[in-house]
């Protein structure tokens, strides 16, 4: 007799098959906006949207790089001509900025992303894509409190990146107070 998966089966399934799709197209569209690996886009983005003037750590640090591999990115990225590296006053810190030719290249990264994801929601109506964003809010406040706990107890040392780092904070309202992982992180950290 065949086996029904349950509906929570199914919905995991289904799940998983249309995330893999969904970052497969959005990886490759940036990916060929910033022709410099798979972690550029996501350098370039993470920069345009709050890291412009970071450091090489803590742009390691959004991305799940080692700082190697994240000096070898910056590198690639200076030799295009997307970013520079500025002396800090005190002498001993480097911070990594975007050029204008880098920050065309993010709004270009950042417009490409958008563009990806919403023909993924083109068969929806309006009222689907409402219901489809609180759920996705949802699962995505999960998902940050569970990163938050394995990073509270993690024992390795594997970097782990930022969920924002390929986002778009207008689109999501993070200045309105509307972003699911901002508000858990700030209830964390006032709680």
């Known amino acids: 007799m065949p086996r029904t998966p349950s509906s929570r089966q199914h919905a995991a399934n289904v799940l998983g098959a249309l995330s ?3 970052a497969d197209r959005m990886n490759t569209a940036v990916e060929a906006i910033a022709t410099l690996g798979p972690s550029a886009p996501a350098a370039l983005a993470a920069m345009h949207e709050f890291l412009d003037g970071g450091s090489v750590t803590q742009l390691s640090s ?10 070898r990115l910056v590198d690639r990225l200076a030799a295009e001509g997307l970013v520079e590296r500025v002396g800090a006053q005190d002498g001993r810190a480097v911070s990594v900025v975007l050029t204008q030719h880098g920050r ?3 709004e270009r990264i950042l417009q490409t992303r958008e563009e990806s994801l919403a023909s993924t929601l083109s068969a929806l109506s309006p009222n689907e894509i409402d219901n489809l964003a609180a759920a996705l809010d949802t699962m995505l406040t999960t998902v940050t409190l569970a990163r938050a706990e394995e990073r509270s107890t993690r024992t390795n040392n594997r970097p782990q990146p930022w969920l924002c780092r390929l986002c778009d904070f207008a689109a999501c309202g993070r200045s309105e107070g509307n972003c699911p992982v901002a508000n858990v992180v700030t209830a964390g950290k006032t709680s």
């Open 20 to 22: 893999l799709v969904i």
């Open 104 to 106: 065309r290249t993010a």
């Open 62 to 71: 959004a991305l799940g790089l080692t700082h190697s591999g994240t000096v």
